[in-house]
C-alpha cells in the first residue's frame, strides 16, 4: 500500500530533490505557479513548501515574483560549520568507541560503500554528475547520525547540510561541473572521507574528530573563497 503524503510534503520533496539535482540554478527567478502547475499541487500546498525552504535557507522568496536559490551569507557558512561539528563530532566519537560491534562495524561499512561510489563517480565521464557526487556525500555523512537512531538531530543537520552541496562552487554559469576548481574539491573530499574511515576503523575518538574537523575546515575554506574569488 502506497504511503499518503499530504500535498505540501509532496511539493517541499519534489522542489528539494530539484535543488539536490542541480535543476535549479542561482540568479534565476522562479515561477511558484508554474511548478504548482508541473507537479498538479494548487497553489497553496506549494506555498507552504516554499515557505519551508525559505525558513530553512534553501531559496529567497521575493513577494509577487517567484523566488531565488539562496546564497548563503559567510555568517550562515561559519554557523553551518559550526553545526556540523557539534553534530559529527558527537557522532563519530560514539561510532568510534562502539567499534568493532557490529551495528557500527554496518554503520562504517556503509560509508566505506558511499566513498566507493564517489571515486566510481569521478573517474567516469558517463556517471559524473554533481547531484550524484553530492548524494553519496549526504549519505557518507549521515552514517553517523542514522547510527544513534536519534531522529530529531537529523533535520537541523539536513537544514544546514545542503550550504556545503558542490553546486555552490560554481554559481557562475560560465564554469562546467567538471571545473578544475570543482574536480580538486571532490578529490580532497575522497582524501578527507578516507582519513575518517581509518580513524572509524582503528577505533579512536580523538583522531575521527580530528579528521572531521580537517574536513569541515577544508569545506569551509572552499566555500569561502567562493564568496571572495
Not at 58 to 81: C, K, M, S, V, W
Not at 176 to 204: G, N
Request: glycine share 2%; charged share 25%; proline share 5%.
Amino acid at each position: 500500500m502506497a504511503e499518503y503524503k499530504p500535498l505540501n510534503n509532496l511539493a517541499y520533496e519534489y522542489l528539494r530533490n530539484m535543488i539536490y539535482n542541480c535543476d535549479l540554478a542561482f540568479g534565476v527567478i522562479y515561477s511558484e505557479t508554474k511548478l504548482a502547475s508541473q507537479i498538479s499541487v494548487s497553489r497553496t500546498p506549494m506555498r507552504d513548501a516554499l515557505n519551508r525552504l525559505a525558513q530553512e535557507r534553501y531559496i529567497d522568496i521575493l513577494p509577487n515574483r517567484g523566488f531565488t536559490l539562496h546564497a548563503p551569507t559567510p555568517d550562515e557558512i561559519t554557523q553551518a560549520g559550526h553545526i556540523r561539528l557539534m553534530i559529527e563530532c558527537y557522532c563519530a566519537d560514539i561510532v568510534a568507541r562502539a567499534y568493532p560491534a557490529p551495528e557500527a562495524r554496518a554503520a562504517v561499512a556503509r560509508m566505506q560503500d558511499a566513498l566507493r561510489q564517489q571515486q566510481r563517480l569521478l573517474e567516469s565521464d558517463a556517471e559524473y554528475s554533481l547531484s550524484a557526487f553530492w548524494r553519496d556525500d549526504l549519505r557518507f555523512h549521515e552514517e553517523l547520525l542514522i547510527y544513534l537512531r536519534v531522529s530529531a538531530i537529523m533535520e537541523p543537520y539536513e537544514g544546514v547540510m545542503h550550504i556545503f552541496m558542490p553546486h555552490y562552487l560554481i554559481r557562475s554559469p560560465r564554469l562546467r561541473e567538471r571545473d578544475d576548481a570543482v574536480m580538486l574539491r571532490h578529490r580532497s573530499t575522497l582524501t578527507e572521507h578516507a582519513e575518517i574511515l581509518d580513524a572509524l576503523q582503528a577505533s579512536d575518538p580523538f583522531r575521527v574528530q580530528t579528521a572531521i574537523r580537517a574536513h569541515v575546515a577544508s569545506s569551509l575554506n572552499a566555500l569561502n573563497a567562493q564568496q571572495h574569488p
